[in-house]
């Protein structure tokens, strides 16, 4: 791996994106790959995970070697692999744990990536729910954005996490989960009534939220019982 170089990688991910592989050297560059994951220059780090998403060899054998590249020193990397992920559909469901621990990395980028596929896994992320909740309190506008699309996606499955982020402290946060609760499962008896204790919230803006929901789903403020 000493005379592995940048220029060297460079030739490698051209050959593999624009010419492909012979069969007989696809093995043999997976283990270069592998090899070039421990690297100490970052950009050859880089760059095995830009080939190792296109290479034409099984996609567990890929996945499990991008997963290992989540937890690389290097945000850029990070990045990589977890916009490389989004690209396997089913076969990146192994890599949910590793995506999901990204939601909480110091990287901007990297917290949006990993959401972004797991948006992309729909509802076998369904146990990311609690986590893409907790980001909506992101400082980050476009990871916000991309938070909520995931949650969306995710569907159903992550109403009890937006049901437990009813409780969050921050009032902001509350009315983005009253948005997507009224979004994902507008029907829902308990999305109604969670609703419909919000418009009793302490903060202003969740309980217009609340109540701008309800208005427009046409539901009453209040039951009949409480009213």
């Known amino acids: 791996m000493d005379t592995l170089s940048p220029q060297v ?6 050959t593999i994106l624009v010419h492909g592989l012979p069969d007989t050297q696809t093995t043999l560059a997976f283990e270069v790959l592998g090899e070039a994951q421990s690297h100490p220059n970052p950009q050859i780090r880089e760059l095995a995970v830009v080939a190792l998403a296109e290479l034409s ?3 567990p054998k890929r996945v499990l070697a991008l997963a290992k590249a989540m937890q690389d020193d290097s945000a850029r990397v990070r990045r990589r692999a977890a916009r490389a992920l989004g690209d396997f559909g089913m076969h990146a469901i192994p890599a949910i744990p590793v995506l999901t621990a990204g939601l909480r990395d110091i990287d901007a980028s990297v917290r949006r990536d990993s959401a972004g596929t797991l948006g992309r896994l729909g509802v076998a992320a369904s146990s990311a ?6 980001l909506l309190a992101d400082p980050d506008v476009r990871t916000r954005v991309v938070v909520s699309t995931a949650l969306k996606r995710i569907g159903a499955a992550a109403i009890p996490a937006l049901l437990d982020g009813l409780h969050n402290p921050v009032g902001e946060v509350r009315a983005r989960v009253i948005s997507l609760l009224a979004h994902i499962d507008p029907d829902n008896e308990r999305v109604i009534d969670a609703i419909r204790a919000a418009t009793h919230d302490a903060d202003a803006d969740v309980r217009h939220c609340a109540i701008a929901v309800l208005d427009q789903a046409h539901v009453p403020h209040a039951t009949l019982v409480g009213a």
């Open 9 to 14: 990688m460079h030739k490698l991910v051209f």
């Open 57 to 59: 060899i099984s996609p």
């Open 129 to 134: 729910a609690p986590s893409l909740v907790g």
